[in-house]
């Protein structure tokens, strides 16, 4: 791909640019086609070129330049490679204005500045087998921890697969989720809500597929129950007398055992 200095074809296409309106629409061709090349060092092309760009015929643009050049638009130089190098003054065609819209004033190596070029960043003289060693065991690795993670993944969403008791979720599915919540709980999630359906008989066109339950975050709200901790129920409430605990059962016993009771759930 080809990139053109569009600032420069675009000034020289606006007429009200223009201080002088003796161009034909060929000359106005020409002039674009060569400056296409703007970005180059030399502009050398030759007229088949210009011609393609231009979209004229060879004569047609033998007559446009001849026209350029008499009007000092363009100027044409033989060069050692007998081929003609054109020297561009937008200044003989652009007004103030257009020359600041174009940016530039002309094209010609002979009075412009040489160009100058970044150096090329350094590098070593060679590469060592140590180096493309280190290189492959880095690769290598990264490629193995990869693969382990896409293993692991695979794991987790078989597992889940395996719970939800709807449609399988796919890779896509599982991967948003999984940005969200950890394997563990979105599995969990995915067994309460299967007991869910199990206990209330929930008929299979009646469950949600996976992709919606996960698109949802549906598994906050199928976590599964903690057991309670019955001991906290009522400020333990323990008989823990090795006295009453191994003696024999009287009534006397039972009686004391109810009374230990009330006391300690009415206060």
Known sequence: MEYYNTQVIGAINIRPYWKRHDLTGGDTATLTALCTWWNCERIYPSQAA?????????RGVRKALAHLTELGIIE??????NT?????????LLNHDGLVAA??????????PPRAYKPL????????????????????????????Q???????????????PGTKATIRDWRKAR???TAQEITDGARAYADQCRRRETPARYIRTA???LEDHDWENHQPQKPADTDNLLGHPRIDNPELVNAETTPELMADIAAMWDNATNN
């Open 50 to 58: 210009i011609a393609q760009r231009a979209d004229l015929t060879d």
């Open 121 to 148: 960043t350094p590098v070593a003289d060679r590469v060592t087998e140590a180096d493309i060693a280190r290189a492959r065991a880095k690769h290598d690795e990264a490629a193995a921890e990869k693969q382990a």
């Open 84 to 92: 003609n190098e054109y020297a561009i003054h937008l200044d003989a």
């Open 179 to 181: 940005q969200h919540a």
């Open 150 to 164: 896409k293993a692991q993944e695979a794991q987790e969403r078989a597992e889940f697969n395996q719970a939800y």
């Open 103 to 112: 940016g530039a004033a002309g094209h010609d190596r002979l009075t412009e």
């Open 76 to 81: 044409t130089r033989r060069t050692p490679g």
């Open 211 to 213: 992709r919606r339950w």
